[in-house]
C-alpha cells in the first residue's frame, strides 16, 4: 500500500468510524444507566436522517436549519420513547425491556415505511459539501473531512457534560446505583429522560452525516447500521462513551482497509466488523475499555 492510499483510507476510516461513534455513544450510555440494549437506537438514527430530509424539502429549510430541526425532534423522540415504553417498565425484568425496544424498533420502521414509502430517496447534500479536496494524490470530499471534526468537537461536549456538570454527575451516579439516587432525592426518571434525549441527538447527527456520505435513504437503513454502531459499543466495552468511540473508529477503519486490501471481498465488509467483534470478545470479553468496568463506567 503506497503512502497516498494509506492517508486515503485514514481518512475514509475516520470519517466511517465516526459515524458509527456517534450512534454507538447512545447505545452505551442507556445500557449504562438501565442496563437495556435499545435496538430502536438504530431507527432513531433513520429518524434524524428522514426528518433533516424532509426540512429541506417540504419545509424549504435551509441544511444547518434542518439539521437542528432533526436533532430536536430526535430528542423529544428519544425522551417520548422513554416515557411511553420504558419508563412503566421500570421494575419489569429486563427481557420486557428488551422486547419493547423491539417493538418500538418495528413500530418507527414500519411507521415511516406507511408515510415515506419504502422506496430509497435521494438525500439532498448541500452544493458547499460536495466540494472534492486534493491534497496531492489524496482526494476526499468536504464532508468526508467535516464528519470527524464534528465528532471529536461532540465527543468532547458528551464528555465535558459528563464530567464536569451536576447533570452529568448525576448520570454517573445512577449508573451505579438507582436506588441510592432515588433515596438522595435526585429525579432518576429526569436524567433518564436526559440520556434519552443526548443519546437520540448523537444518533440523528449520525443519521445526517451517514446520509450526506451514501445519499440515500429507506426506512430500513437503521438496521444494519444500527447492529454495527452496537457491536462497535460492545467492542469497545459498552458502558464506556470512550470505548463506544473507539469501537466504532475500528469498525470503520476495518471496513475501508478490507475493501481496499482485498476489493473481491468488499461484499462482504459487514461480515468482517463482526467476525472482528467475535475475536476481540473470545479474549476480552468485556471489551477493548471494559477492564475494571464497575468502576470505569462512562
Known amino acids: 500500500m503506497d503512502f497516498s492510499l494509506f492517508l486515503q483510507n485514514m481518512v475514509n476510516g475516520f470519517s466511517l468510524g465516526s459515524m458509527y461513534a456517534l450512534i454507538a455513544i447512545g447505545y452505551t450510555m442507556v445500557y449504562g444507566v438501565l442496563r437495556l440494549i435499545n435496538f430502536a437506537h438504530g431507527d432513531i438514527m433513520m429518524v434524524g436522517a428522514y426528518v433533516c430530509f424532509f426540512g429541506m424539502v417540504s419545509l424549504n429549510l435551509p441544511f444547518i436549519a434542518a439539521v437542528v430541526f432533526a436533532v430536536t425532534i430526535c430528542a423529544a423522540l428519544g425522551i417520548i420513547t422513554d416515557t411511553i415504553a420504558y419508563k412503566p417498565l421500570r421494575k419489569a425484568p429486563r427481557i420486557s425491556l428488551l422486547i419493547t425496544a423491539i417493538g ?159 476489493p473481491e471481498f468488499s461484499g462482504f465488509k459487514d461480515a468482517f466488523a463482526f467476525i472482528f467483534l467475535i475475536l476481540i470478545l473470545i479474549f476480552k470479553p468485556t471489551g477493548i475499555l471494559g477492564y475494571n468496568f464497575e468502576k470505569s463506567r462512562f
Open 104 to 262: 418500538i424498533s418495528f413500530l418507527l420502521e414500519n411507521l415511516f415505511n406507511v408515510i415515506f414509502g419504502s422506496e430509497p430517496k435521494a438525500f439532498i447534500v448541500p452544493e458547499y459539501l460536495q466540494k472534492v479536496l486534493t491534497f496531492g494524490d489524496v482526494t476526499v470530499a468536504m464532508s468526508a473531512v467535516l464528519v470527524p471534526i464534528i465528532t471529536l468537537i461532540l465527543l468532547a461536549i458528551t464528555l465535558f457534560i459528563l464530567y464536569r456538570t451536576k447533570y452529568g454527575m448525576a448520570i454517573r451516579a445512577l449508573a451505579f446505583d438507582i436506588h441510592t439516587v432515588n433515596l438522595m432525592g435526585i429525579d432518576a426518571n429526569l436524567i433518564i429522560a436526559i440520556v434519552f434525549a443526548l443519546g437520540s441527538m448523537l444518533a440523528a447527527i449520525g443519521g445526517v452525516f451517514w446520509s450526506l456520505n451514501y445519499p440515500s435513504i429507506e426506512p430500513m437503513m437503521g438496521v444494519l447500521i444500527g447492529l454495527k454502531a452496537f457491536a462497535a459499543a460492545v467492542l469497545g466495552g459498552i458502558g464506556s462513551v470512550g470505548g463506544a468511540v473507539l469501537g466504532g473508529f475500528i469498525i470503520g477503519f476495518t471496513e475501508v482497509v478490507v475493501v481496499s486490501l482485498s
